[in-house]
């Protein structure tokens, strides 16, 4: 057993510098993204999304900009439903759901929303852009807005295709969906 643990010591040490950096701290940066509605009719929908896009900057920051029509209140618990495939040697794989990542389901986003007591970021304040629950009918749009990320040592085993659907709900009632695919490098 020893003898086995010394040998795999020594490949890691030969190999690291193979793996370039492989499993050091970086940024993940998205490539392309595409995104579109999944429901039958998506102009009846509650909850309304265009124009979104997502990309990184070259630093790995987070550039977002898009628009939102909600017909509704969106209030607590507002449920989100994701189902996310990776597609490895061209099949398409389920992820599953680890740290908020992949084929997960959040009971409620609103618990990931900035308390009411704390002021909103500048940038979303500026555009009218609500970070508490309950969100008010109406439309809200961001322009363009860079948000910091901190990095991850899992950035190249992240690195791939992706696609999946997140269906958002509130009280059994479906608010809407959307199908995403995107790259990560």
Known sequence: MFQLARCAALLLL????????????????????TFDSCSAAPGDDPVQFWDVAVRTTDEGDL?????????VEL?????ASVSMKRNILGLWVPVPCIKDFGSCD??????????????????????????HCPVEEGVYTLPSGQFRVSGTRW???????YKGTVTFSRG?????CYNASFTLE
Do not use: T
């Not at 950096?21 to 993940?28: A, C, I, L, Q, Y």
């Not at 550039?63 to 017909?71: A, H, T």
């Not at 950035?155 to 295709?161: E, I, S, Y």
């Not at 059994?172 to 809407?176: K, S």
């Open 155 to 161: 950035a190249g085993v992240l690195a791939g295709r």
């Open 75 to 79: 209030r607590s618990p507002l449920k």
């Open 106 to 131: 959040f009971e409620d986003l609103c618990s990931y929303a900035v308390s009411p007591a704390v002021q909103c970021i500048p940038l979303l304040d500026e555009h009218d852009v609500p970070c």
């Open 63 to 71: 550039l977002v900009s898009g628009s939102m029509r909600n017909f």
């Open 14 to 33: 030969l190999w690291r510098p193979a793996l370039g950096g492989f499993f050091s701290k970086r940024k993940v940066l998205i490539g392309e993204l």
């Open 172 to 176: 059994g009632q479906r608010l809407a």
